[in-house]
């Protein structure tokens, strides 16, 4: 198994562009979340998928959207990038609700 | 709503000393707990987990039990090596996925030779 992967690793982009951020799970989990690691702030919830065809916002969705037209994907998009999306994404899945989560490597995004 | 409290660091050791980061966590049910380390430019990986109050969670040399009585769930480890330089998370889940799983803020260790 490959587990959670995440395209590209690393990406540039200028104010306005807009651009998605691949993620991939091969353990048939149900359960899906996008975060953003920003320092000194953890990570926040910015989308989550609970199955195919269902999404809802967690704490920070302004700026994103996603969806879920299969269990393994689940794409992230940001519809006009802005400076303050600078961060490091992260795709999470699992496989029950209160489960652990498995972590894909990251994408690093700087909006300039 | 849930939240999870941990002591930010940076935490500076020496090779061989005895490591402890406080977590805390306030939850409206019966949450799991969980640590998570990542290493620098990785991303999170389960350390352990505990799922209720009193289980103890071990991997690696590390451990941490699930307090439900002072709400606490503290990561320990006996003698920290220059590899367990990380940063450390402790989360929880509750009820329903998606909003229901916090993360703490994160502790940075360090550990010099």
């Known amino acids: 198994n490959a587990g959670v992967t995440q395209t590209p690793k690393f990406q540039v982009l200028k104010t306005g562009q807009s651009m998605t951020l691949q993620c991939a799970q091969d353990?048939?989990?149900?359960?899906m979340s996008w975060y953003r690691q920003d320092p000194g702030m953890g990570l926040r919830l910015i989308h989550y998928?609970?199955?195919?065809?269902?999404?809802d916002q967690g704490e920070v969705p302004n700026g994103y959207n996603v969806s879920r037209s299969t269990t393994e994907d689940f794409p992230l998009r940001l519809l006009s990038a802005a400076p303050s999306q600078t961060s490091v994404y992260f795709c999470?899945?699992?496989?029950?609700?209160?489960?652990?989560?498995?972590f894909g490597p990251g994408t690093r995004l700087t909006v300039t | 709503g849930n939240s999870v409290t941990q002591m930010e660091g940076p935490v500076t050791l020496s090779e061989e000393a005895f490591l402890t980061i406080n977590c805390t966590y306030t939850?409206?049910?019966?949450?799991?707990l969980f640590w998570y380390v990542q290493y620098p430019g990785e991303g999170l990986q389960l350390l352990l987990k505990?799922?209720?109050?009193?289980d103890k969670g071990s991997n690696k040399g590390f451990e941490a039990t699930y307090r439900k009585e002072t709400t606490s769930f503290h990561l320990e480890k006996g003698s920290v090596q220059v590899s367990d330089s990380a940063v450390y998370f402790c989360?929880?889940?509750?009820?329903?996925?998606?909003?229901?799983?916090?993360f703490g803020p994160g502790t940075r260790l360090s550990v010099l030779p």
């Open positions: 999470a899945s699992t496989i029950t609700p209160r489960g652990e989560q498995y």
């Open positions: 353990m048939n989990h149900e359960y």
């Open positions: 998928s609970v199955g195919a065809g269902i999404t």
């Open positions: 939850a409206t049910g019966y949450p799991s």
């Open positions: 505990a799922t209720k109050a009193d």
């Open positions: 989360a929880l889940s509750d009820q329903d996925y998606g909003q229901n799983f916090v």
